[in-house]
């Protein structure tokens, strides 16, 4: 039973983090944009303990949830990736290569460039996310959310309950890839 639910939370994060078909309002090759920032452009040193909450409209088992450690610092991002208390996936970005280490049942369609994408669309500077985006994509930010955008519609909401936005709970909809993902963050040291 334990590794069914195993294999079921791996299918829900590979669900979420597979780019889907474009929708039928882009534009061909049109996709969300990487953004492959820096990690000191987060501008603090922060570990949070994660619970992630995965929606996709194309997933008929529901909603999906892990556990996560998240830890930043100048030099490197580090994100591990628990089902049932079983490391599943860890990805090192040190603003020039991605690394990740993978359970050997994580699926090959599982791609860690969209979860970098997603943590630094949500917890990075304004100003960064803004300098890294290519011509014709804006992101607003505004007290307790923001959207990126590109030719006026939007391909991605960034909903925060908590200050500093790290804190506390984020709901990120993307519209284009069709998902939800509620994340619930604390300080790891509380």
């Not at 993978?102 to 979860?115: I, K």
């Not at 890294?132 to 007290?143: K, M, N, Q, R, S």
């Not at 519609?153 to 709970?169: A, K």
Request: hydrophobic residues 40%.
């Amino acid at each position: 039973m334990r590794r069914l639910s195993v294999l079921l939370a791996l299918a829900g994060l590979v669900a979420c983090a597979t780019p889907r078909p474009r929708p039928p309002e882009s534009k061909p090759g049109e996709t969300l944009p990487e953004l492959r920032l820096a990690p000191a452009a987060l501008g603090a040193t922060v570990s949070l303990t994660q619970r992630l909450v995965f929606a996709h409209e194309a997933d008929p088992g529901g909603p999906r949830s892990l556990e996560a450690l998240l830890e930043v610092d100048a030099g490197l991002m580090q994100l591990a990736g628990f089902a049932l208390g079983q490391r599943i996936l860890t990805l090192r970005w040190n603003g020039a290569a991605l690394e990740e280490e993978r359970d050997p049942r994580l699926p090959a369609q599982f791609q860690s460039g969209p979860v970098l994408r997603d943590v630094q669309l949500v917890y990075w500077p304004a100003e960064a996310v803004r300098a890294a985006l290519p011509a014709g994509w804006t992101l607003e930010d505004g007290p307790g959310q923001r959207t990126l955008s590109k030719d006026g519609r939007e391909w991605v909401t960034v909903r925060y309950d908590g200050s500093p936005r790290w804190e506390g709970r984020t709901l990120l909809t993307n519209l284009s890839e069709h998902y939800q993902l509620t994340i619930d963050s604390r300080l790891a040291d509380e």
